[in-house]
C-alpha cells in the first residue's frame, strides 16, 4: 500500500457506504492555485478558443438572476472538459495522493472520462441538478461499481453554501427511473439543468439515511458514481466553487456518450499505482499549451 491510499477500514466504509472525504488532501497553496485559475478562465472563457468544441461553447451559465459578478461576469455554473482549457487542470488528474486513492478505490489502473468544474453563485437557492445518480450519464458500467466521482472543494461548503448531499448506501440500489425536469420547474435558473434527474425527488430529501457532506476548502470527496446525491443550493454571500473528475477502471471500454453532445475524453490517470504521464494522451494535451 502506498502512503497516500486509504487503510483497510476506510475502503471497507467506502464500498459499505459509498463514499470517502480525504480532509486536507489539497495543500492551500493548491486550492488558491486552482482557484485563481478558474476564475481567470471565467473571465476570458467568452473569447478564449479553448472554451469552445467546434460551434459549442463548454461552458453553461445561470440563467434569470439579477446583479452583477466581477469575478464571474457570464455567471457561469458549468465548465466542462478542462484538461482543454488550463494545462493545471490536466496535471489535477494527476494528484498524487487523489489519484492514489482513485486507484485504491477502482483500480489497479484508471482513466478519466469526464472533467467539469461547478460554481454556485450567490443567492442561487435552487440545487441545479436534484437528487440523481452519476451512473446516470455511464449507464452501461452502472453494475461495475468502478467509477468514483471526484469532488475538489476550493472553497468551505455547508447545508447552506452549496454542499453535496447524499444517501449512504443508495450506491447499492439499480439505476432509478429519471426525468429531465428539474423539480423546481423554471425557478431552477439553470440551462439544461434537468438533464438525468431521477422522479421521486420528495423521497430522498426525506430519507433519514441522507446527510450534508460539510467540507473545507482542500477537502476532497470520493463518491461511487451510482450513489444518490444532489448539490446544495448557496444562501451564502460568496460564490462556491469545486471541481469534479470522474475515474473509472482502466480495464472498461466501449464508453457509451451517444446522449452527450459533446462526446467525452478518455485517458489514462494511474497505471501500476502511479500517475500515468508517459502515454501519447497526455503528451499531446501538454503538448497543446
Known sequence: MTPTALRPEQIAQYRDEGFHVERGALSPGEVQA???????????????????RGDQWLARSVQDIDGTFPDNPHKIWLLSFLEEIRLPFLELAFHPRVSAIADELVGPGTNVVETVALTKLPGITSSFRGWHQDTEYFSRWMDEH??????????????GSAATAIV???????????????????????????????????????????IILEVQAGDVAFIDSNIIHRAGGNVS????????????????RGLDMTGISLGSNVFPATRDG???????????FRDSF
Open 146 to 159: 468502478r467509477l468514483v466521482t471526484v469532488l475538489y472543494y476550493l472553497n468551505d461548503m455547508d447545508e
Open 274 to 284: 502511479r500517475p500515468a504521464r508517459d502515454t501519447e494522451e497526455y503528451r499531446a
Open 168 to 210: 449512504p448506501g443508495s450506491h447499492k440500489d439499480p439505476l432509478h427511473d429519471r426525468t429531465d425536469i428539474h423539480p423546481q420547474g423554471q425557478d431552477s435558473n439553470a440551462d439544461s439543468s434537468g438533464f438525468g434527474q431521477m422522479q421521486e425527488q420528495e423521497r430522498w430529501e426525506d430519507d433519514p439515511r441522507r
Open 237 to 252: 454571500a460568496t460564490s462556491r466553487h469545486n471541481i469534479i473528475y470522474t475515474y473509472a477502471n482502466s480495464e472498461m
Open 34 to 52: 486552482l482557484l485563481d485559475e478558474l476564475l481567470d478562465v471565467y473571465q476570458t472563457c467568452k473569447t478564449d478558443p479553448r472554451c469552445t
